[in-house]
Each structure stands twice: as C-alpha cells, then as structure tokens.
C-alpha cells in the first residue's frame, strides 16, 4: 500500500540550530514529493516540491529537500532555524503525471525555542 | 495561486445532525478535493469532486455519508450527514492546478460533534 512515513513526531530545538526531518514513501512508481507547513492557526501552504531534475530542491524560507530515490526519502532541511519556523510539517506524495490525490504523512510538529 | 475560502470555519453539532461545508475558489479549477484530517492524524483523501458528474470516492468513504456537489468549477460542498463523534475532525478542500501540480488548500472547518 502506498504510505508516506515522518519519523518524528515532535522536535524541539532552539533558535539557530540546524533542522532535518525525516520523510520515506512507499509507492510502487514514478513520484511527485511535497512537503508542507501549517503555522499555528493558518492553512497548509506549500514549502517546496519535486516533481524531476536536480533532486535537491530548494523551498520558501530557506529550506531545501533532498530526493534519494535509493532510499525512498524525502528529508526536510534548514541550516538555522528561527522561532517563526516553529510549525507543522507534512510530507506528501503523489504519482507523477497525476492530479491531486496526495497521500500524507502524520506530520511533524516543531517547537524553535526562542 | 488560488485563493480558497470555507465555510463555516468551525461549528459544533449535535449527534445525528448534518452539516454541510461550502469551498468557494476565486478562479476556475478543474479538481477540487475534499479532505479530512482527524486529531493527531494525517490528512485522508475523501473524494474528488467532478463538475458535472458523481464525486469519485476514496476506500472507506461513501455518499450516503459525505455527499458532495459540484454545480461549477468554482464551488463544491461537502456534507457530513448523521453525524456522530467520530466524525469530529477538520475538513479542508483544496484544489491544484493541473497535472503534477501542487494542492492549495482552504483554511479548512474545524468540526466538533457532541
């Protein structure tokens, strides 16, 4: 069955700190990765997508993805985060040439301490 | 991007009620998508909405339950029929525009069922 898994469900890190959260997918084909972010009280807003060519994608606010396709993931990176990233984070999937039906992950919450 | 709005962004009903959640887009989109994102859960597709013809729904999900409609390319509803408190969760409509393109979601509508 197709699934998308977050490994971590709460991160907690202070300002500056360096930031990875872990994605893997299971689907048997050809994908679309996204990930994305809901600020306490805002709707899901795209942070960044891969869809073909350079695997290491680069999103809004300086946060980047890189595609490993050997491992199936997707990891979510950020050199230094602030207390305005403390969000949560949602890696999806979908197969490419499709619309829509993304499959998502349960999230990752991060806290930035201040 | 497309600008989505719900209503009612929240509400609270009673066991065995209906409500029904209106999505306005502020442009013609070919996919609009109902979704449902229980606490502490990932997002679940549970239909896609088709202007025209009968919704498409997803394993686990029939029309007796969430009957959609789909009068236009910019508007759907959902509704949450029979209610009970399992089906406490926010439901968010989104739509993408096009093959291998993004979702963009509505703030979504917070449901409580008591």
């Known amino acids: 069955a197709q699934s998308v898994s977050q490994h971590n469900h709460h991160v907690i890190l202070s300002e500056a700190a360096s930031l990875e959260l872990g994605c893997n997918y299971s689907?048997?084909?050809?994908?679309?990765l996204f990930w994305y972010v809901q600020y306490p009280g805002q709707h899901l807003q795209l942070l960044l997508k891969?869809?073909?060519?350079?695997?290491l994608v680069k999103g809004i606010k300086g946060f980047e993805a890189e595609f490993i396709k050997s491992k199936f993931s997707f990891n979510l990176r950020k050199p230094s985060v602030q207390w305005s990233d403390t969000a949560e984070y949602f890696c999806?999937?979908?197969?490419?040439?499709?619309?829509?039906?993304?499959?998502f992950g349960k999230g990752t919450k991060l806290s930035v301490k201040p | 991007s497309a600008v989505i709005s719900q209503k009612p962004s929240r509400d609270i009903c009673q066991r065995g009620t209906s409500l029904t959640i209106q999505c306005q887009v502020d442009?013609?989109?070919?996919?609009m998508f109902w979704y449902r994102q229980q606490p502490g859960q990932s997002l679940t597709l549970i239909a896609t909405?088709?202007?025209?013809?009968?919704?498409?729904?997803e394993s686990g999900f029939v029309i007796d339950k969430f009957p959609i409609s789909r009068p236009n390319l910019t508007f759907s509803t959902l509704t949450v029929s029979n209610m009970s408190p399992e089906d406490s969760s926010i439901y968010l409509c989104?739509?993408?525009?096009?093959?291998?393109?993004?979702?963009?979601f509505g703030n979504g509508t917070r449901l409580t069922v008591t």
């Open positions: 689907y048997g084909g050809t994908v679309n």
């Open positions: 442009s013609q989109v070919t996919m």
């Open positions: 909405a088709n202007q025209g013809s009968e919704a498409t729904y």
């Open positions: 999806a999937v979908n197969a490419r040439g499709s619309q829509g039906n993304l499959i």
């Open positions: 891969y869809f073909s060519g350079d695997p």
């Open positions: 989104s739509v993408t525009g096009g093959i291998n393109s993004p979702l963009h």
